[in-house]
């Protein structure tokens, strides 16, 4: 009778073994996942493909621009955080806020932005 008892805690122990490692190997397999933000920002790339977030892909860009239009230039209210309404190519956008050219992709400009400031990132012309 001590045999068939002292199998099943064994039986269980093994059961829980395998259940916690398919456990950690699920988590590792969704891990690199959830440290991906896959979401696009605006003033992101989108050459090859489309925006998240609801942002456009203005392809007519230099490599492509995620895009949300504005109102007002010089106002951040209404654009995504780190963003500023700026005209890009005759449209107001919110585009990136920059300190100096490397905050900026090639082919745009650490600009300022008239009656403020506040420098964003414009297409080079």
Known sequence: MLGAAGGR?????TWMRMRSTWWLLASLAVLPLLACDSSDAVGDSCGEGTC?????CRKEFPGGF???EC???GVRGGCPEDTVCATQLGTLLCSPVCDSQDDCRDSYACNGISGTDIKACRIKI
């Open 71 to 73: 109102e007002q230039e």
């Open 66 to 68: 995620c895009a949300q």
């Open 52 to 56: 998240t977030d609801n942002l456009e």
């Open 9 to 13: 805690p064994c039986m269980l122990l």
